[in-house]
């Protein structure tokens, strides 16, 4: 670094990345800083005193997203000195980096002492949206990244959220903000249609089936015959209304009523190389696939582990997957299912998971999948887990889950159904995505080209 370059701290990690440096070329020439523009900075107060009813709601770091509040349960007493009011920036001070939000209510609130509250001064407030915004940016959340504290817990202070620089970029604020909430309503409203997509996806399946579904049965106390405990479970929660409503709903709908062990050819569960042993993992190869990779109809890779081809071969070949395997998760998230294609081979599983081979000649492999990741499906899987903190499903049980099998023009309708949402859904996302992605880019270029209106 040359000694011209050297502010503020002196220390290599703070001038080593170098957006850094082309961030400072930049900010540098601007003479103002959030201090500048606040009236205060400071920190909420622990949310010990928790009431029912009665008080005031506060946020913690995990209700802060960029622009936006999550809703809240936490209520505390509303004379606490710590209210949060209109305009007024909120971010977190431990483990809630680069989340801002500004509060756009009239009613009071209060926050917790893991946050930080920033307060415009009167004649800044109609800034307020902007500096949200410069702030959440990738220049503001640089600034702030690079002058925390802390190791793997980083600490954002009062004093170095109050040193970020801020760009002046005169009347061009109201216009970006304008088209950032523009953009932010359109990414909304396209996720929002993707998450309901699967719900209608499965009363679409539902109607080809023939299966009416009742509402929820949620009673706490009910009675069972003795006799209904004959040759199966004695426990209460097995015999639950809602599993015996269940069974009566399938055996209404069109097809063969079997159980999943009838079609079931071979299963078999993985295991998980000694995790410490990093001799088994690689970079790339071999997928690993954990309950994290498995979603419904679908599989995800976005965060993958890897092994070595010889752990494939070796301790793991049993559970060496192939084309048209289902794939089942069998503890924590029981029931989720989703088909292995040839483009996601080689791959192989580890405990959590099982694979299951079927005569698809009875049962389409994607069918299957679709019938076990619906409400119902879902439902009868999960109906015999064991276990206490953590269920899980044995193979036995596999076995006997109930299973409608309609004939299989109808599967491939089925099939058709699901692959149109799943499309649709991902069409759906990375449009969100993408404008929102490109909304930020512009606001981001403004930012350094700065007040040139």
Request: aromatic share 6%.
């Amino acid at each position: 670094m040359r000694r011209g370059a050297i502010r503020r701290r002196v220390d290599p990690v703070f001038h080593s990345t170098p957006d850094y440096g082309v961030l400072l070329v930049a900010l540098y020439k601007q003479t103002h800083a959030i201090s500048d523009f606040a009236e205060f900075i400071d920190s909420g107060r622990p949310l010990t005193a928790r009431l029912s009813e009665n008080g005031i709601p506060a946020y913690e770091v995990g209700h802060i997203e960029q622009g936006k509040f999550k809703p809240t349960d936490i209520l505390v007493n509303p004379n606490s000195d710590r209210i949060l009011k209109r305009h007024d920036i909120l971010t977190g001070r431990v483990g809630g980096l680069g989340c801002f939000a500004e509060y756009k209510k009239n009613t009071p609130a209060s926050f917790s002492d893991n946050t930080l509250r920033i307060r415009p001064k009167t004649s800044q407030k109609s800034r307020a949206a902007f500096i949200e915004a410069f702030l959440n940016s990738t220049i503001g959340n640089t600034q702030l990244l690079r002058d925390s504290r802390g190791g793997l817990q980083k600490v954002v202070t009062q004093k170095s959220l109050g040193s970020v620089i801020v760009p002046s970029i005169g009347a061009s604020e109201s216009r970006l903000v304008a088209e950032l909430d523009a953009a932010r309503a359109e990414r909304a409203r396209a996720l929002a249609e993707a998450e309901r997509l699967p719900l209608q996806l499965e009363a679409d399946i539902y109607r080809l089936l023939g299966i009416v579904i009742p509402p929820p049965d949620e009673r706490k106390v009910y009675g069972i015959r003795l006799s209904s405990t004959r040759n199966s479970r004695l426990d209460a929660g097995y015999h639950h209304p809602r599993y015996i409503e269940a069974i009566r709903v399938l055996q209404a709908g069109n097809g063969q009523k079997i159980v999943l062990g009838d079609i079931l050819r071979d299963i078999a569960g993985g295991a998980t190389p000694r995790a410490k042993d990093k001799s088994l993992y690689t970079n790339s190869g071999v997928k690993f696939l954990r309950i994290l990779n498995v979603k419904p109809n679908r599989l995800d890779f976005s965060d993958l582990n890897y092994i070595h081809e010889f752990v494939h071969e070796g301790m793991l070949k049993r559970s060496k997957l192939a084309s048209n395997d289902v794939l089942m998760t069998i503890t924590g998230r029981v029931g989720t299912a989703a088909v292995v294609s040839d483009d996601d081979l080689p791959a192989n599983i580890n405990q959590h998971i099982v694979r299951l081979r079927i005569t698809t000649q009875r049962c389409l492999p994607k069918y299957l999948a679709a019938y076990l990741n619906t409400s119902l499906g879902g439902l009868l899987s999960n109906r015999s887990v064991s276990g206490g903190t953590r269920v899980a499903l044995d193979y036995g049980a596999i076995r006997q889950i109930p299973l409608l099998l309609p004939k299989l023009d109808i599967q491939h309708k089925v099939v058709e159904l699901v692959d149109t949402e799943i499309n649709e859904e991902a069409r759906l996302r990375t449009h969100a995505e993408a404008v929102w992605r490109e909304a930020r880019e512009r606001f981001e270029q403004q930012l350094l080209q700065g007040n040139k209106s």
